[in-house]
């Protein structure tokens, strides 16, 4: 061979096996991002979606907002608005050290007491109101107040200001801010920068002079620094002589997404900047961006507002941002997060934030697949993101955008459960191979390795494949073979090769060439089905049973039966060099558990945000992934310690339902600076007394201990993470009592006269509490129980005992001779009214016969002694009709009331007589001789005519009778009423005889 050409040879043989890889393991397209840490918030909106100014922490923790409405508190995660303030916009807060806080408004300068907890306006009213407030740390009697009229000289004693007359600021210019930096006042002053004036100010000259056209809307101090925010040119740091240290604007990488700046909280761990259109921005401490938060609609975790007009960072470390629509809120706990949402137009993410599957590797990559969005691979160490899906303008692409399921194989690849089938990544080199082709469906929702490297598969309305290394199928099992269903949720192989199938019908177990149901022993229906590190098969039925599989007895065996494990909703296998074999996961918590079944460990997802729905979890070395609907999150394992338990504070007391409002601070009390001074006296007839009280701020669940030699503990119930009230008035209450965190308060109603002490304290469900916070509360007696006023009336009572009791004794027996008069009467007037409803009851109005309920009542307590001795006799009017028809119901109520007094007038005393109903009449007639006196009685009737007012009428009855023979009074009826139709129509007028 020509040496010449070796080099060409070489090219082409190179160029035909890159051609080869393409076809065989295409690359897939990727795209690489740089990440940016998100921030998830509490949002808190004002009650009429109105603008927050200024933010302000009280001595006692509690957390104020000044609102474009009014005034604000945030307590216990929601933003109350203080009802007794007056209507006005409050433009800022400053507090006033151990005594309260100045708020500025549009009606002037307001002051609030934090003892008396009343607001009072002072005499600084100037027009327009005031903007802001600032005062000097050396002059505490001294505060400086900007409003649209300039600088005012507020006497923090009196409350009373006056115009400070300021020379050196341009002509007809506006003051915007005002700052002190060490002894000088910084002024900003509208498009003419910034001025300087030493106090106590009278001549301003300039400070910053490169800065003189730009207009400042924020100042802060921090350390020896000033940070100034502009309009539209970012913000600057200037060091006292006024000389720009830094600037951040736009025009910089990864800095500003906007210039315009609203508010400034400079810290020792970095900065925080609000802006105008833009969110907020975090800075570390080498001046570099760290994170940006803007507002999106969809998203109720994104920051709510994007206007950043106001920043605090309380004493916990929590951060509260004053925008538009009200506050948002970031926590501690939701810092100790990485979490990589959906990605926005300032903001790379994902393209879809459903990560259904999770793999994280040895070197610290994590692959996330996705329902919609493909594959991605996130290097966690250097913070990209790579997204594998289908390329519709080139030739090579990944084959799917949906990825249920990661499982890695022996040989050091990926297999992935995709719905356009498996396919076979190689991690290092990010190339793909698709092996199915040939699948009832190509959508595979999960797969499990044999031992043997054989590929098990679930398909999505396609059953069940074995396929061997190279993706070709061996065999397929369908709904007819055993399974009952097509689609199938989860797919394992236990060591042994055994192979089970889980679906919505139950656990199927491979037994020869078909599946068969798995009999769990009465322990429910499986739910879940996992393997752990070791390769042990778990089940966790529906009624909180955890089921182990013996690959000896081929049988799965009872482990760990719990009620609260039939909320868990995944089980996902540990790593395999910890005590931990399998985890549970429940929304917000995952419960540990050991190879033997015991529950080791549980942990709180502290940062989590309680509308988070996960789909899957995996624990790697020292953190915890997490894939959710919302995107995916990473964890320390060692999150950092549990904020204490806040102080709850005594916001209030209420009389007869009516707030209580003291004009002076009290002068004696066990806390100076509490509420009322810790002590507070009633009258004996404020009688209804309310403490109310709150928990300052966002309060979140502890952290748990996450760490792998975690003590063994119970898996709470998830109330059992909301901190309680609990209190007591000692010496009235034995023990403490609880109230709920949404009803705040203790009522109390008719003390007893003496001394009393409120304790209050918060205390969450694992034990920690605060110290109980006393408050004192004496309850004056009235005037007649002092010593005097007893004294006297018990001599009163010794001299008027006897002559009282004599009056009373004769006042007494002639009192009970006229009630024993009384009740002679009223027992009589009783008996006859008795008498008379009985007759009512139990008689014919018409007739004065025995209606149906007279004669029942009459007969059966003694129709058992009457068998074979009496005969009882139906009757019925012939032609009853015609009398009403032709002549009126008023000679038909002649003929019924002459027939009564004829068939009374024919009956013994013994016998009974009644109107049954209608022209219908009952008799019960006694004596051997009944049934001949039944027939006489009959024909009696009929034997004279009836003197009516129409003139004497025939009447005739038609009857049918009866011996008693032993039967019920109704069947004995049945009877006599069959004789009695009978007769009827054999020609009526006649009594019909049974046997």
Known sequence: MNLRLFPVFFLLICFILSIGLAIFYPIATAE????????????????????????????????????????????????????????????????????????????????????????????????????????????????????????????????????????????????????????????????????????????????????????????????????????????YQLDSAGKVRRHWHKG???????????????????????????????????????????????????????????????????????????????????????????????????RQSNVQALYATEQGDIWLGTSGGGLYRFDHAGETLQRFAPDETGVQHFPSQAVWAIRPDQDGTLLLATSSGVVRLHPDTQQWQLLTSDLPSQDVFRLSIAPDRNIWISMWSGGIAQLNAQGKVEALWRSSDGLQLDTNLAIEISPAGQVFALNTAGLFKLDGNKFSAVDLSGHGKARQLCKDAQGTLWILTDSGVLLRFDDHSGKFQLQLKRADLANGTELFAASADGPVSLWLRTKQRLAGIAADGQLLQQITL?????????????????????????????????????????????????????????????????????????????????????????????????????????QSVPLPAAQDSVPRFRYRLLPFDRDWLTAATDEPRATYTRLPPGQYQFELQTWWPDGRMTAAAPFQLEVQPPWWLTWWAKTTLAAALVLGVSSIMLLRTRSLKKRNLWLAQQVRERTEALQQANQRL?????????????????????TEPQWSGWQHQRVLVIADIDHFKQFNDVHGHQVGDEVLTALSERLQGLCLPDDLLARWGGEEFLFILQGSDAMQRADALIRSVAAAPMPLSIGPTPVTLTGGAVWLSGESLDATLQHADALLYNGKKAGRNRLVQGA
Request: aromatic residues 8%; proline residues 7%.
């Open 838 to 858: 009985q007759q009512a009851a139990y008689r014919d109005a018409l007739t004065g016969l025995l209606n149906r309920r007279g004669l029942r009542a009459q």
């Open 252 to 350: 910089q990488a990864n800095t500003l997404p906007v210039n315009g700046v609203m508010s400034l909280l400079p810290a020792k761990q970095g900065l925080w900047a609000g802006l105008w259109a833009g969110g907020l921005v975090e800075f570390n401490a080498k001046g570099e961006q760290h994170s940006h938060s803007s507002f999106r609609p969809t998203d109720p975790t994104a920051i709510s507002g994007n206007n950043i007009k106001t920043l605090l960072t309380t004493r916990d470390g929590t951060l509260y941002a004053g925008h538009e629509y009200g506050v948002s809120v970031l926590l501690p706990a939701l810092k100790q997060y990485q979490w990589l949402g959906q990605a926005q137009a300032d903001q790379p993410g994902l």
């Open 606 to 710: 502290t940062g989590l945000m309680p509308e988070t729905l996960l789909n899957t979890a995996r624990i790697q070395g020292q953190q915890i992934i997490l894939g959710a609907e919302d995107g995916f999150y990473i964890a320390p394992l060692q999150q950092s310690a549990t904020p204490p338990v806040p102080e709850p504070q005594l916001t209030g007391v209420r009389l007869f339902n009516q707030p209580l409002r003291l004009t002076q601070p009290a002068t004696t009390g066990s806390d100076p600076s509490a509420l009322f001074g810790g002590l507070l006296t009633l009258q004996y007839q404020q009688d209804l007394v309310t403490f109310e009280f709150a928990m300052p701020g966002i309060v979140m669940p502890p952290a748990a201990d996450l760490s792998a030699n975690a």
């Open 32 to 235: 690489a991002v740089e990440l940016l840490p998100r921030h998830r918030f509490i949002n808190l909106s004002t009650s009429d979606k109105s603008g927050i100014n200024s933010l302000m922490q009280d001595d006692n923790g509690m957390i104020w907002a000044a609102g474009s409405s009014g005034l604000y508190r945030i307590e216990h995660n929601q933003l109350i608005k203080i009802r007794d303030f007056p209507v006005q916009a409050v433009n800022q807060l400053l507090l006033n050290p151990g005594q309260g806080a100045w708020l500025a408004g549009s009606l002037g300068l307001w002051r609030w007491d934090r003892q008396t907890d009343n607001f009072s306006q002072q005499e600084c009213q100037p027009p327009g109101g005031l903007w802001q407030l600032v005062q000097p740390q050396q002059h505490a009697d001294t505060m400086l107040a900007l409003g649209p009229d300039g600088i005012w000289q507020v006497n923090t004693i009196n409350g009373r200001c006056e115009h400070l007359q300021l020379s050196g600021l341009p002509a007809q210019s506006r003051v915007e801010r005002l700052s002190f930096l060490h002894n000088e006042l910084i002024i900003a002053v509208r498009e003419q920068g910034l001025f300087r004036c030493e106090l106590p100010c009278q001549q301003a000259e300039r400070f910053a002079p490169e800065l003189a056209d730009v207009r400042f809307r924020a100042l802060e101090v921090y350390q020896d620094s000033l940070y100034a925010g502009s309009h539209k040119h970012g913000f």
